[in-house]
C-alpha cells in the first residue's frame, strides 16, 4: 500500500476553491477502521461547515464513505480487512472522507449487503442515523421491533429529503399511523417509497389546512422538520398549535432571533455527531452517550434491513471527475438545485487517482 494519499480540501471563505494534496495515509486508532473508499457522499451540513470554518481554513468536510476495509484498531474485533462497509466519519476531525482512505469510528461502521452498491452505502450513514435517532431517541417513538401497529400520528416535513426519506421508511416500519409528509418537486420519488399514508405538495398552499384534515381529528404531537427553514417552522407551529400542542425536532437552529415558539409547541434539535457521544450544547452528556449506544445496535440493524428488502437506500448521482467534481456538488447543495437524490463522488472516476 502507498504511504501517502490524495486529500481534497475546501474553503468556503473568501470564496469557494478546493485544493488536493499529498498526505500521509492515517493510521486506525484502537477502536477505529481504515476504509479505502471506493465512494464518498454529500450533505448540506459539508458546505456549511466549510463556509464557517475559521477565515483561510480548508476542511475535508466528508463524513459519508463506503468501502473496504484496509485495517482496523487494536480493540476492533467485528471487522477485518476485505470487508465491505459503510461508515460515519467524525465531524470535522482529520481522516475525512473527501480522499482515497477514511478514519471512522467503528461503532459507526456497519456492513453492506450485496445487494447494496458502494455508491448507494455511500449516501447512507449520516442521513439515515439522523432521521432514525430524531424518530427514536428526540421524539421516543417506538422502534420497529416494537410489534403491532400504533395509532401515533406523526409529521415528517421534507419527505424528498434523504434524512425526510429515511425517517418515512422507518415510521412505516413502526408501523405509525397516519404518516404524513410535506414535499414539493420530489413528490413522485416520495410516492414510490410507498411509506406516507398522506403526501401533501406544499406548492399547492394551505398546508397547515391539508395537515389537518389529513389528522381526521387526531392529536399531532410528533414532527420532524427535515427542512428546518423560515418556510417550515411557521407552518408546523400553526399546525402543533392547532392541534393541542406537541414538539418539533429540527435539523438547524432557528435563525430568526424575532421568533418566538408559543406556549404547548416544544423545540428540540438534533446533531448527528451524538451517534458517536458528541455531547451539542442543547442535550445532556447521558443523551449523548445513550444516542452513542442506540447508533452502535441501529446501524447494524440497518444491514438487516438493507439485507432484507426492508430499507431503500436514496437515489444517487454520480458527479462528474469523482472527487474533483465534490466543489460543484457543494455548490449545488447550497444553491438548494438537489431534490430528491443523493450526490456522491466514486473515488475511480477521479482524474489522475
Do not use: C
Request: aromatic share 10%; glycine share 10%.
Amino acid at each position: 500500500m502507498s504511504k501517502t494519499m490524495d486529500e481534497f480540501l475546501f474553503y468556503g471563505d473568501p470564496k469557494w476553491t478546493s485544493i488536493r494534496h499529498k498526505v500521509a495515509i492515517p493510521e486506525p486508532g484502537p477502536k477505529e477502521v481504515l476504509i479505502k473508499n471506493v465512494a464518498a457522499g454529500l450533505n448540506p451540513k459539508d458546505w456549511k461547515f466549510t463556509e464557517d470554518a475559521e477565515e483561510h481554513e480548508a476542511l475535508n468536510a466528508g463524513d459519508d464513505v463506503a468501502g473496504i476495509i484496509e485495517s482496523v484498531g487494536s480493540q476492533v474485533f467485528e471487522y477485518k480487512a476485505g470487508d465491505r462497509v459503510a461508515a460515519f466519519h467524525r465531524i470535522g476531525e482529520p481522516g475525512g472522507g473527501y480522499a482515497e482512505y477514511t478514519i471512522a469510528p467503528a461503532s459507526t461502521t456497519f456492513r453492506l449487503p450485496p445487494n447494496v452498491s458502494f455508491e448507494e452505502g455511500a449516501g447512507l450513514p449520516l442521513a439515515g442515523m439522523t432521521a432514525a435517532i430524531q424518530l427514536y431517541q428526540a421524539l421516543q417513538l417506538p422502534l420497529p421491533t416494537v410489534p403491532g401497529p400504533k395509532d401515533i400520528p406523526v409529521l415528517i416535513y421534507g419527505g424528498a429529503s434523504a434524512v425526510g426519506a429515511y425517517a418515512l421508511q422507518f415510521a412505516k416500519l413502526s408501523q405509525l399511523r397516519p404518516i404524513i409528509t410535506v414535499a414539493g418537486s420530489g413528490m413522485e420519488y416520495v410516492r414510490s417509497l410507498d411509506a406516507a399514508t398522506h403526501i401533501i405538495d406544499h406548492r399547492e398552499g394551505n398546508v397547515a389546512e391539508q395537515v389537518l384534515k389529513a389528522l381526521d381529528g387526531k392529536k399531532l404531537a410528533h414532527v420532524i422538520d427535515a427542512v428546518s427553514s423560515k418556510a417550515s417552522y411557521p407552518i408546523i407551529t400553526d399546525i402543533l398549535v392547532a392541534s393541542g400542542g406537541g414538539e418539533i425536532n429540527m435539523l438547524d437552529p432557528v435563525s430568526d432571533e424575532d421568533w418566538k415558539w408559543p406556549e404547548g409547541v416544544r423545540y428540540s434539535m438534533t446533531f448527528v455527531g451524538s451517534a458517536y457521544g458528541r455531547k451539542p450544547p442543547w442535550i445532556t452528556q447521558e443523551r449523548a452517550a445513550a444516542d452513542a449506544e442506540f447508533a452502535y445496535f441501529f446501524y447494524r440493524y440497518m444491514t438487516y434491513l438493507l439485507a432484507e428488502g426492508k430499507l431503500k437506500p436514496h437515489p444517487v448521482e454520480l458527479l462528474p471527475s469523482g472527487l474533483d467534481g465534490v466543489l460543484q456538488g457543494l455548490q449545488d447543495l447550497q444553491a438548494h438545485r438537489v431534490s430528491a437524490k443523493k450526490l456522491v463522488a466514486r473515488i475511480a472516476d477521479t482524474p489522475g487517482l
